[in-house]
């Protein structure tokens, strides 16, 4: 028998020429996104090759001054001051229509794929959001996406702009002598070498720059909304120590970048200034300068030194380039990666009862079960409440309903059949749900509780809903009522005022289906009498699956279900699970100790 073959390491050659592939295909890419702008881009195109132009015709207009002045041929200076005032006219109207017309197809650009990636955000199953922090998703929206601006924009001006003065100018300079010419450009190759190692290099930096601003803006976002946390228990230093260790990562990679370009300019430069002396002391001798006039001479030094500024702008076009494709690529994890899986054909016309048959579910990357072999029954139109510690799977079930998260084993029934057979919206939209940690956007008390597909509901209804979650209770009191502004995640507002929106936004949902995780946690007493009575009507009739602590809540369900580490020990009404002595008698007993001690 033959060992087991040891792969073999990818050679560096082999390495660069994958990385350079792999490059040019993220580009090309990245370019289709320009390609329904094709016009835009002849425009552009056609402006830079008119700047261009206008960059050649001052080499020439610099060989009749030259030629002029030797043969004392001075009436030809109305032309030549007419002629100069032309040239700079058309280098300005073609450099303003190519650097619109350029900067019209990078923002069109940036704008769809930033509008794509937001899109594929919101589709993105849940474990995904769990493996990304919120700060490193910003940063590509907003640094990464910005970073591939340059690459469509800077990068195409530049290469259009500095590529077609190189055209002409070189253009001019073969017109006027070959051989000169050829010396010139024999300093080609040697320039092309320094900017692949350069670009190498500059990728890998564009890369953890990238992941560094990430780690910038997820530090400053949970400090931010951690503020009162972070004051209370002393976290000043701590917090403080860790923004500024992401932010010398940052200007590390940064400074490591500028010294990579900062060389590559000077060096560039120097084999430029290397070919400029051969060309100056070859063409002095006299079988190379052939037929050439003084002014021609002049003219083609000139050529030859201006050539030199578009050159050096070129070899940045790598760099943007690299910078561009490496956020490119970030960006385009995000789209390629899958969305929730919606193969569901089925639309859900009535809801019947709902049932987990021997389900198991672990969530992605781990290996315990977060629900074992669990088997439940939630008739319709009957409130099911959930007790157990924290982690005993409570909410894990609960967000199995909306297919917030998918790939158990075993089955999840609606009406008799697969969960997974209806379609996701159709099914979410009969689900109305309030969680603990409320959820609130950065519009008006009315928004919030009219959200999304709610948004075109008439203020009575919305003041309906609002009056049966007691939102009233406070909302009157304020100058702007429903209409008041709440801030971001409803800054503005008490825990247990949040709280009651979202109740509020549940009622005027109506859904047949209410999932309430820990709805009443943020009210205080009288809150919560209140709420409980509002809650009472507004369960009446619907398949309600409801996660308490409180005993006021949990006493009133038609099935009281006791978790432990993913499976079901008890489950039964609230005076059956009392006569057993059980896990809910224990927990029972310690919630009105605590109650009467409170």
């Given at each position: 028998?033959?060992?087991?073959?040891?792969?073999?390491?990818?050679?560096?050659?082999?390495?660069?020429?994958?990385?350079?592939?792999?490059?040019?295909?993220?580009?090309?890419?990245?370019?289709?996104?320009?390609?329904?702008?094709?016009?835009?881009?002849?425009?552009?195109?056609?402006?830079?090759?008119?700047?261009?132009?206008?960059?050649?015709?001052?080499?020439?207009?610099?060989?009749?001054?030259?030629?002029?002045?030797?043969?004392?041929?001075?009436?030809?200076?109305?032309?030549?001051?007419?002629?100069?005032?032309?040239?700079?006219?058309?280098?300005?109207?073609?450099?303003?229509?190519?650097?619109?017309?350029?900067?019209?197809?990078?923002?069109?650009?940036?704008?769809?794929?930033?509008?794509?990636?937001?899109?594929?955000?919101?589709?993105?199953?849940?474990?995904?959001?769990?493996?990304?922090?919120?700060?490193?998703?910003?940063?590509?929206?907003?640094?990464?996406?910005?970073?591939?601006?340059?690459?469509?924009?800077?990068?195409?001006?530049?290469?259009?702009?500095?590529?077609?003065?190189?055209?002409?100018?070189?253009?001019?300079?073969?017109?006027?002598?070959?051989?000169?010419?050829?010396?010139?450009?024999?300093?080609?190759?040697?320039?092309?070498?320094?900017?692949?190692?350069?670009?190498?290099?500059?990728?890998?930096?564009?890369?953890?720059?990238?992941?560094?601003?990430?780690?910038?803006?997820?530090?400053?976002?949970?400090?931010?909304?951690?503020?009162?946390?972070?004051?209370?228990?002393?976290?000043?230093?701590?917090?403080?120590?860790?923004?500024?260790?992401?932010?010398?990562?940052?200007?590390?990679?940064?400074?490591?970048?500028?010294?990579?370009?900062?060389?590559?300019?000077?060096?560039?430069?120097?084999?430029?200034?290397?070919?400029?002396?051969?060309?100056?002391?070859?063409?002095?001798?006299?079988?190379?300068?052939?037929?050439?006039?003084?002014?021609?001479?002049?003219?083609?030094?000139?050529?030859?030194?201006?050539?030199?500024?578009?050159?050096?702008?070129?070899?940045?076009?790598?760099?943007?380039?690299?910078?561009?494709?490496?956020?490119?690529?970030?960006?385009?994890?995000?789209?390629?990666?899958?969305?929730?899986?919606?193969?569901?054909?089925?639309?859900?016309?009535?809801?019947?009862?709902?049932?987990?048959?021997?389900?198991?579910?672990?969530?992605?990357?781990?290996?315990?079960?977060?629900?074992?072999?669990?088997?439940?029954?939630?008739?319709?139109?009957?409130?099911?409440?959930?007790?157990?510690?924290?982690?005993?799977?409570?909410?894990?079930?609960?967000?199995?309903?909306?297919?917030?998260?998918?790939?158990?084993?075993?089955?999840?029934?609606?009406?008799?059949?697969?969960?997974?057979?209806?379609?996701?919206?159709?099914?979410?939209?009969?689900?109305?749900?309030?969680?603990?940690?409320?959820?609130?956007?950065?519009?008006?008390?009315?928004?919030?509780?009219?959200?999304?597909?709610?948004?075109?509901?008439?203020?009575?209804?919305?003041?309906?809903?609002?009056?049966?979650?007691?939102?009233?209770?406070?909302?009157?009191?304020?100058?702007?009522?429903?209409?008041?502004?709440?801030?971001?995640?409803?800054?503005?507002?008490?825990?247990?005022?949040?709280?009651?929106?979202?109740?509020?936004?549940?009622?005027?949902?109506?859904?047949?289906?209410?999932?309430?995780?820990?709805?009443?946690?943020?009210?205080?007493?009288?809150?919560?009498?209140?709420?409980?009575?509002?809650?009472?009507?507004?369960?009446?009739?619907?398949?309600?699956?409801?996660?308490?602590?409180?005993l006021s809540t949990i006493e009133r369900a038609d099935i009281i279900v006791v978790m432990e580490d993913g499976q079901i020990v008890e489950q039964g009404s609230h005076s059956e699970l009392l006569e057993q002595q059980g896990a809910y008698a224990r927990f029972h007993i310690l919630q009105t100790d605590a109650d009467s001690g409170a």
């Amino acid at each position: 028998m033959q060992p087991n073959a040891v792969k073999a390491p990818v050679p560096e050659r082999d390495k660069g020429r994958l990385e350079s592939a792999s490059v040019w295909k993220l580009y090309r890419r990245l370019l289709t996104y320009a390609r329904p702008l094709w016009l835009a881009f002849l425009v552009s195109f056609i402006g830079f090759a008119i700047y261009g132009l206008g960059q050649a015709l001052s080499a020439k207009w610099l060989e009749m001054v030259v030629d002029t002045v030797q043969a004392n041929e001075y009436d030809k200076r109305w032309f030549l001051a007419l002629a100069v005032l032309g040239i700079f006219l058309l280098r300005g109207v073609g450099a303003f229509i190519g650097n619109y017309c350029i900067a019209f197809v990078g923002r069109e650009v940036i704008h769809t794929l930033r509008t794509e990636v937001f899109e594929r955000l919101l589709k993105l199953p849940s474990h995904y959001y769990a493996r990304n922090s919120s700060g490193e998703l910003l940063a590509k929206l907003t640094y990464n996406v910005e970073q591939v601006t340059g690459a469509v924009t800077n990068a195409l001006k530049t290469l259009f702009r500095e590529g077609l003065t190189v055209v002409g100018l070189l253009g001019y300079m073969l017109f006027l002598n070959w051989k000169l010419t050829l010396i010139f450009i024999a300093a080609g190759p040697l320039i092309a070498l320094v900017v692949s190692v350069a670009a190498k290099r500059m990728r890998r930096l564009s890369r953890r720059i990238q992941q560094s601003v990430g780690d910038i803006t997820e530090s400053a976002s949970e400090s931010i909304k951690g503020y009162q946390v972070v004051r209370i228990f002393g976290g000043e230093e701590a917090e403080k120590d860790r923004f500024q260790q992401a932010s010398l990562k940052n200007k590390r990679q940064f400074m490591k970048l500028v010294v990579t370009q900062s060389l590559n300019t000077p060096i560039i430069q120097f084999l430029v200034a290397l070919a400029l002396s051969a060309l100056l002391f070859l063409a002095m001798h006299p079988d190379v300068m052939g037929t050439l006039t003084t002014g021609g001479f002049v003219a083609f030094l000139t050529a030859a030194g201006m050539i030199t500024k578009p050159l050096r702008q070129l070899t940045n076009v790598i760099s943007i380039v690299q910078k561009g494709v490496a956020a490119a690529e970030s960006l385009f994890e995000v789209l390629d990666e899958p969305a929730e899986q919606d193969q569901g054909s089925r639309d859900v016309e009535t809801i019947g009862d709902i049932e987990f048959r021997h389900l198991s579910f672990s969530y992605p990357g781990t290996e315990r079960a977060a629900l074992n072999d669990l088997s439940l029954l939630l008739p319709q139109g009957k409130t099911v409440a959930l007790v157990g510690r924290s982690g005993s799977g409570k909410s894990t079930l609960a967000s199995l309903l909306p297919r917030f998260n998918d790939g158990w084993s075993g089955e999840l029934l609606l009406n008799g059949l697969p969960l997974q057979d209806f379609k996701l919206d159709g099914l979410r939209d009969q689900i109305a749900l309030v969680n603990q940690n409320v959820v609130l956007f950065n519009g008006t008390i009315a928004e919030n509780i009219a959200y999304g597909s709610m948004a075109d509901a008439s203020e009575e209804a919305i003041l309906a809903a609002a009056e049966a979650a007691h939102v009233t209770e406070f909302v009157n009191k304020m100058p702007e009522g429903i209409h008041t502004l709440v801030g971001e995640d409803g800054v503005m507002l008490s825990g247990g005022q949040r709280q009651r929106i979202a109740i509020a936004r549940a009622i005027l949902k109506d859904a047949p289906i209410l999932i309430l995780d820990e709805a009443t946690s943020a009210l205080d007493t009288e809150s919560e009498r209140h709420i409980q009575a509002a809650l009472e009507e507004v369960i009446k009739g619907r398949t309600t699956l409801v996660i308490a602590h409180r005993l006021s809540t949990i006493e009133r369900a038609d099935i009281i279900v006791v978790m432990e580490d993913g499976q079901i020990v008890e489950q039964g009404s609230h005076s059956e699970l009392l006569e057993q002595q059980g896990a809910y008698a224990r927990f029972h007993i310690l919630q009105t100790d605590a109650d009467s001690g409170a």
